[in-house]
């Protein structure tokens, strides 16, 4: 079984689908001769051809309108935007076209795009290289927003998206493209989209996170555990549209603290919506506040980036304070 890094996980995800279906098209700015910025589709126009792996213009807007088009007549395109920062020339279609199709038809067309998009902070990208924009999305009924933490989920999530029924939003946190190796089978599986996996068990405190921010969950999870004999569960959302309530329901039941962490700012964003959640449907098993680690409200800064996003001292100092109220 071949150890891969996420970006690994990807292209292997796409070269396995692609071989077996041939409705699935590649599409985006410098997918195929370059593989992309991080080249994730390297190698694929040389076995596919261009006629299924797309070289675009330099035109968000365009990439994800054909996306639709050819979803429409029955391909399974797979659109990549080389950042997630650059999506917004696209959010017209991805909201208005994109999302409603099957409302709009009455069920008589669907548009299963896929939409990869490597996102978020932690490589001096500086602003326009480094946003988080999921909540944007997760607001939008129609989409399926999913973010992996993991090579092994990678590509797992990654083939669901691309035989699912409606558009898949897949963000790629780029800050751990490379960070790590885990052990990840060829051939065929799938990780559903829709539900949440524990990465830590524990009785005190629920953290829950995604993306690249669920590692620094569970490296504050490691320093509670050490230090102060706090035991935190963690919970890696996976998918955060639609989330996993059930599992949500029975950690938070189970811990009555409860802890978001996410990198993008904080008002409005995801970490928002588990906290109301948790105070709409659990607010009597609650032993202490509902708190939010989160990026801050600024625009992402360049030379500020380490102090910006949430850090396994931020998580440690809100487990502190939830468990000590």
Same mark, same amino acid.
Request: hydrophobic residues 40%.
């Given at each position: 079984m071949p150890e891969l890094t996420i970006v690994e996980a990807v292209r292997m995800a796409l070269d396995e689908e692609m071989e077996r279906n041939d409705r699935v098209i590649i599409l985006g700015e410098d997918v195929g001769k370059d593989g992309g910025v991080f080249r994730a589709t390297l190698g694929l126009i040389d076995k596919y051809g261009p006629e299924r792996v797309l070289d675009t213009p330099l035109n968000e807007s365009g990439i994800i309108g054909f996306a639709i088009g050819l979803a429409l007549y029955? #391909? /399974?395109?797979?659109?990549?935007?080389?950042?997630a920062d650059f999506i917004w020339p696209a959010m017209d279609q991805i909201v208005s076209e994109l999302a409603k199709y099957r409302y709009r038809s009455g069920g008589q067309f669907k548009a299963p795009v896929v939409v990869r998009a490597p996102y978020g902070g932690g490589v001096r990208g500086a602003h326009y290289h480094s946003q988080s924009p999921?909540?944007?999305?997760?607001?939008?009924?129609? #989409?399926? $927003?999913?973010?992996?933490?993991?090579?092994?989920? *990678?590509?797992?999530?990654?083939?669901?998206?691309?035989?699912?029924? @409606?558009?898949?939003?897949?963000?790629?946190?780029?800050?751990?493209? /490379?960070?790590?190796?885990?052990?990840?089978?060829?051939? @065929?599986?799938?990780?559903? $989209?829709?539900?949440?996996?524990?990465?830590?068990?524990?009785?005190?405190?629920?953290?829950?996170?995604?993306?690249?921010?669920?590692?620094?969950?569970?490296?504050?999870?490691?320093?509670?555990?050490?230090?102060?004999?706090?035991?935190?569960?963690?919970? @890696? #959302? /996976? *998918?955060?549209?639609?989330?996993?309530?059930? *599992? $949500?329901?029975?950690?938070?039941?189970?811990?009555?603290?409860?802890?978001?962490? *996410?990198?993008?700012?904080?008002?409005?964003?995801?970490?928002?919506?588990?906290?109301? #959640?948790?105070?709409?449907?659990?607010?009597?098993?609650?032993?202490?506040p509902i708190i939010r680690v989160a990026g801050y409200d600024v625009p992402f800064p360049f030379v500020l980036?380490?102090?910006?996003?949430?850090?396994?001292?931020r998580v440690l100092d809100a487990i502190l304070q939830v468990y000590n109220f």
């Open positions: 029955g #391909l /399974r395109p797979v659109a990549e935007i080389q950042f999921e909540a944007y999305f997760a607001h939008t009924p129609g #989409l399926k $927003i999913v973010i992996p933490s993991n090579p092994y989920d *990678t590509k797992g999530l990654l083939t669901a998206a691309m035989r699912h029924p @409606d558009p898949v939003l897949f963000f790629e946190p780029k800050r751990i493209y /490379r960070a790590f190796r885990e052990e990840v089978p060829t051939g @065929d599986y799938t990780v559903p $989209i829709g539900k949440a996996a524990i990465s830590r068990n524990g009785n005190d405190v629920t953290l829950i996170s995604y993306g690249a921010m669920l590692h620094i969950a569970l490296a504050a999870a490691e320093l509670a555990e050490e230090k102060h004999n706090i035991s935190c569960e963690v919970i @890696d #959302l /996976r *998918t955060i549209y639609p989330y996993d309530l059930e *599992t $949500i329901e029975k950690s938070v039941k189970k811990t009555g603290r409860v802890i978001s962490v *996410t990198e993008a700012p904080k008002t409005v964003g995801f970490g928002a919506e588990l906290s109301a #959640l948790a105070a709409e449907r659990w607010i009597e098993y609650m032993e202490g980036e380490k102090y910006y996003m949430p850090t396994e001292e």
